[in-house]
């Protein structure tokens, strides 16, 4: 049963231009998500955060955008770069009594083009 | 300095083999995991100590068994390796277990890569 889904395996972008990365989730005792980024042969690295209590969360280029009713959230890279190309993995936790057992996405692979 | 250290980071061994992977983190963490990503890309935890103690019990075979012989280490032994063992092995550690209400931010090693002949 997967919890969580990112539907897109890889996702194309010109240097400059927004990068949307999407991601649902069916689980609705989930209310910490996340948003890890992997290049290859190193370990996932954390990106960016949201609670379930807030819709947004910004860090520099990097938003992440929450809906509840819909189980849906987003990353939003704004503008994209080069070096942004990577694997995103979207995860989600369960605050109360879930510990940090994070449940992934599978992945969504952006290249940035020049 | 890295953080989350594992080794080695490829290994490949035959089909009945016991072997093991082991991690160390020098970020002063007090919880450490293993994460296990399989050929479809699924990352999923195995296992969580805290302190030495196990927090966190996936269905995991019995052959896998983990070891934390101080809160800085977690080695993970498989024994009788078995073709569905390949996979990349993550290991990550955080501060605090999540537990009390506030998850923790992961830092993961770089895996190590496991194939099983």
């Known amino acids: 049963d997967q919890q969580v889904k990112q539907n897109s395996p890889s996702l194309s972008v010109q240097e400059g231009r927004i990068s949307i990365l999407n991601c649902d989730y069916t689980n609705s005792m989930f209310d910490y998500f996340l948003w890890y980024k992997k290049y290859p042969a190193e370990g996932p690295t954390f990106l960016i955060s949201i609670s379930s209590i807030k819709d947004k969360n910004e860090d520099g280029r990097f938003t992440v955008f929450l809906n509840k009713s819909a189980k849906h959230l987003s990353l939003h890279i704004v503008p994209s770069q080069p070096g942004d190309s990577a694997v995103y993995f979207c995860?989600?936790?369960?605050?109360?009594?879930?510990?940090?057992?994070?449940?992934f996405g599978t992945g969504t692979q952006l290249k940035v083009e020049l | 300095d890295t953080a989350v250290s594992q080794t080695p980071k490829y290994l490949v061994t035959q089909m009945g083999n016991d072997k093991s992977i082991k991690c160390e983190q020098n970020l002063g963490h007090d919880t450490m995991y293993w994460y296990k990503q399989d050929s479809k890309k699924f990352l999923k935890i195995m296992f969580s100590y805290n302190n030495k103690e196990l927090i966190i019990n996936e269905t995991v075979p019995n052959r896998f068994s983990p070891k934390s012989p101080d809160k800085a280490h977690l080695n993970l032994h498989i024994n009788s390796l078995e073709l569905g063992d390949s996979a990349v092995y993550f290991c990550?550690?955080?501060?605090?277990?999540?537990?009390?209400?506030?998850?923790?931010?992961?830092?993961f090693g770089e895996g190590s890569r496991l194939t099983v002949l």
């Open positions: 990550a550690s955080s501060l605090g277990t999540g537990l009390a209400g506030v998850t923790g931010e992961l830092f």
């Open positions: 995860a989600a936790s369960r605050r109360t009594g879930g510990g940090n057992k994070l449940t």
